[in-house]
């Protein structure tokens, strides 16, 4: 028997897509670039015939990552501010360069040696943002200039030689796994654990936002979209936790990345300092006379991207396990193509700490699939270049729009 939809389900259906239409058009930016990440890793799990996601290529990935993700957060605040940093890439070979010094030749305990190199990124930044904020010089030719001055450090420190092996305390920043405190044989529970209690803790700080805004009479996602978004994000984390848990477990470096993402998020969504730097980034002359110190502001923000192209830095060296002359090579490249492909504008006062995540690991999912299927490196930089292009030109294509 053959049955017609009533006028009130059609109505509904009609409104439902309506609703998500909107949202979608509302948030382009944020799920463009997710449902081209999921497109993409989709892609290459076929073509890799399920290599993408096995745990061992997963934790990779991570690895291989992470001093991306590390430093496209501090670069997305340069970038809101209208600014960029060509230098990040230099910053991290002179910094492993000057930790492989220091702990290889001259035998300096390597937590000591942390503290050091980290003091010193934060003067880098200071060092340059200080010719950006009070001397008014383009951070392009700043940081361009940085970037020839610290590659010729490296260099100098290394005397052109690659200086390792690294105690093993040091290596473990980025090449360690956290322990299983129930020591299974099996799956690493502590793991799971944690994948539990991250889930419990995104749905109850997405009900409470979602609480607040209804409080305050802000217009809310419908709950139906609420509620499965809550049900694909919980299935995702738990996926994720269990491949992790099938293999080592979670590694140290996606420890320090998840509370990184976390603080930058917090501070550019719900702090004053966040606020202060997207309204420098729109529009500097009127943040000035709102009352916005902007050359402190934007002085605050380079010391910031030294400290984490500093932590960038020792996270490769640990990785390799050794400091090398060519560390970094290009790595400001991928890191603010991180940024743009997740969101971020040229023109600033645009971007999200969640796009620039987004951005990183799609950039990461690229390299690392295009190398398994045994893509050429001259091939992964033509491909990486189309799709920052795309990017930037859906940014330009949508403010046109709404223009």
């Not at 670069?75 to 060509?86: A, E, F, K």
């Not at 299983?180 to 539990?196: K, Y």
Request: charged share 10%; net charge positive; hydrophobic share 55%.
């Amino acid at each position: 028997m053959k049955t017609t939809a009533t006028p009130h389900e059609t109505n509904a259906a009609g409104g439902i897509m309506k609703t998500l239409t909107g949202l979608f058009r509302s948030n382009i930016r944020e799920y463009g670039m997710l449902i081209a990440l999921i497109a993409v890793m989709v892609f290459f799990q076929i073509q890799t015939a399920g290599v993408l996601m096995k745990p061992v290529n997963l934790t990779n990935l991570v690895l291989q990552n992470s001093y991306v993700i590390t430093m496209a957060v501090g670069m997305l605040l340069i970038i809101i501010t209208g600014g960029i940093d060509l230098s990040v890439g230099s910053v991290v070979a002179v910094i492993g360069a000057l930790a492989g010094v220091l702990i290889v030749r001259y035998d300096v305990n390597w937590i000591v040696v942390v503290a050091i190199c980290l003091l010193l990124g934060a003067m880098i930044g200071a060092f340059q943002g200080y010719f950006v904020a009070y001397r008014k010089i383009p951070a392009f030719i700043v940081t361009l200039a940085g970037m020839l001055v610290f590659r010729g450090l490296t260099i100098a420190l290394l005397r052109g030689e690659s200086v390792g092996p690294f105690p093993r305390g040091f290596q473990n920043i980025s090449s360690g796994f956290i322990p299983d405190l129930f020591q299974n044989e099996g799956l690493h529970i502590t793991t799971l654990l944690i994948g539990v209690l991250l889930s419990i803790l995104l749905i109850f700080l997405d009900v409470r936002g979602r609480k607040n805004q209804q409080k305050y009479g802000l217009e809310v996602t419908p709950f139906y979209f609420f509620v499965v978004k809550n049900i694909v994000i919980t299935i995702a984390v738990m996926g994720f936790c269990y491949l992790m848990a099938s293999y080592k477990g979670l590694p140290n470096v996606l420890v320090l990345l998840f509370a990184l993402v976390t603080f930058y998020a917090f501070i550019t969504s719900s702090s004053v300092i966040g606020r202060r730097i997207y309204a420098m980034g729109g529009n500097e002359k009127a943040a000035r006379l709102s009352g916005v110190n902007t050359p402190r502001l934007l002085f605050y923000t380079f010391i910031n991207m030294g400290i984490l192209a500093s932590m960038a830095g020792l996270i490769v060296a640990a990785r390799l396990n050794s400091s090398t002359p060519n560390a970094g090579d290009g790595m400001e490249l991928d890191v603010i193509a991180a940024c743009f492909i997740g969101g971020a504008s040229p023109m600033g006062g645009v971007g999200k700490v969640i796009g620039a995540l987004v951005g990183a690991f799609l950039i990461g999912v690229l390299n690392n699939g295009m190398s398994i299927l045994g893509v050429g490196i001259d091939w992964q930089k033509v491909v990486k270049g189309i799709v920052l292009l795309a990017a930037v030109l859906f940014d330009v294509y949508n403010k046109n729009k709404n223009a």
